[in-house]
């Protein structure tokens, strides 16, 4: 059954569709973004590889029907003006409604990090590296979060798989000669 929109309520002064009950299941991008990264790891600049991530990014974002996608915008839209009360409550809201869906989970953690509750992040990049265990950029995260919790030699494994599948991940400088996450023993 697909999901219908019951109402609207007001949320901060802005309408948000209330949501049903069943989420329909997230698209299925597994194929594409394979090829993306595929070409993203032999991309031979970092502009083609951005216009590459760019084109990740609408897969991760694609929400599984146009209330979900309407919740995911607002709260994106909401952090993005630090509205992090805000936005925690759209993607709690999303996560409630669409449990099976990445994205609102990586959503919440990149607040959730922004609030430095780190703890509240991991759990939260964990399960959307098990829905979506290509999401490069939950996995940038992840490794960001990590360090965070002082955690760096899981950090430096995290960020490792991450740069495995996009070389290009702007974290990269962390894992470079003198970064933070560097291999130790690197030169500085």
């Known amino acids: 059954m697909r999901h219908l929109l019951l109402s609207t309520v007001l949320s901060a002064g802005v309408a948000i569709p209330a949501l049903a009950e069943t989420c329909p299941p997230a698209p299925d991008h597994a194929a594409r973004l394979g090829e993306l990264i595929g070409q993203i790891q032999q991309a031979e600049t970092e502009m083609a590889a951005r216009e590459i991530s760019n084109q990740m990014w609408e897969l991760w974002a694609d929400a599984p029907d146009e209330a979900a996608q309407t919740v995911l915008d607002q709260g994106m839209s909401r952090r993005n003006a630090w509205d992090l009360l805000g936005a925690l409550q759209d993607f709690d809201r999303l996560i409630a409604y669409c449990p099976e869906y990445a994205e609102g989970y990586n ?7 922004l609030r430095q509750d ?3 992040a991991l759990t939260d990049l964990d399960r959307a590296l098990e829905l979506s265990p290509n999401h490069i950029a939950a996995m940038s995260g ?3 979060t990590l360090m965070g919790l002082q955690r760096m030699e899981e950090a430096r494994v995290a ?4 740069l495995e599948l996009n070389p290009w991940l702007p974290e990269r400088h962390l894992a470079a000669d003198g970064g933070p996450l560097a291999m ?4 500085l």
């Open 142 to 144: 992840r490794a960001l």
């Open 107 to 113: 959503q919440r953690a990149f607040v959730n990090f």
């Open 184 to 187: 130790p023993g690197q030169d």
């Open 159 to 162: 960020l490792a798989e991450a």
């Open 118 to 120: 780190f703890d509240s």
